[in-house]
């Protein structure tokens, strides 16, 4: 089945630097890979996405990029803010097995 | 337009005992996935209903079931509960065919 190993697990930046975020998937057959946003005792929330025909996609400061041939993407979130600070979480959806595989998880924090 | 809701938001159990989870889908939705979430940890998939079946199943032992409703709406069943089982367990809402997935706030059980 799918794996998705993510990196690191946790992060701290300045307020205003970018903060990258990065996970490798396993099943070539992977064509879907949304990350999630969720705050303490909240839903993960869908922040962006991008499919297998795209290299990068980009919405305001959050930005994602895919590397098919090496199976991995990496999200990016530039000028970041004390709002941004949660835990990210990348995942794989595989069409051949039809779910969605989730990483272990980024714990970003955002010093003022 | 209700987004994903869960029921109860909290749950205390002992070993043994057996739990049951709701799980309302966004409007529109027709397809249920459930995921366990335990602490520090991304979700991990339990299963999938599509049409009052299970479509996909994760690597969860029998002990967790499902229900699908016509009305869409779905049930999470555990029996024989052990503390490992002590997690969030998220529900996720998507339409037929589509990978986003939108997710419920999580039933946080515990298990003493």
């Known amino acids: 089945g799918e794996n998705v190993e993510q990196h690191p697990s946790t992060l701290s930046v300045q307020e205003g630097d970018s903060a990258v975020i990065k996970c490798t998937y396993s099943?070539?057959?992977?064509?879907?890979f949304p990350w999630y946003k969720q705050e303490l005792g909240k839903r993960p929330q869908l922040i962006i996405d991008i499919r297998s025909n795209v290299g990068e996609k980009k919405d305001q400061r959050i930005a994602v990029t895919l590397n098919k041939t090496a199976k991995h993407f990496s999200l990016h979130i530039t000028e970041t803010q004390p709002e941004d600070s949660a835990v990210y979480f990348c995942a794989a959806y595989s069409g051949s097995a039809r779910q969605l595989t989730f990483g272990s998880g980024t714990q970003l924090t955002v010093l003022p | 337009d209700a987004g994903v809701t869960q029921s109860p938001t909290h749950l205390i159990k002992t070993r043994g005992q057996q739990v049951t989870l709701r799980c309302s889908p966004k409007s529109g939705h027709d397809t249920v996935s459930w995921y366990q979430q335990a602490l520090g940890q991304g979700p991990q998939f339990i299963f999938q209903y599509y049409e009052e079946e299970e479509r996909q199943r994760g690597n969860f032992p029998d002990r967790f079931s499902g229900h699908q409703f016509p009305n869409y709406s779905s049930e999470l069943n555990v029996n024989a509960l052990l503390l490992g089982d002590s997690a969030l367990y998220l529900c996720a809402s998507s339409l037929a065919g589509e990978e986003k997935l939108f997710f419920g706030s999580g039933t946080q059980l515990s298990v003493l």
């Open positions: 099943d070539s057959a992977s064509n879907y």
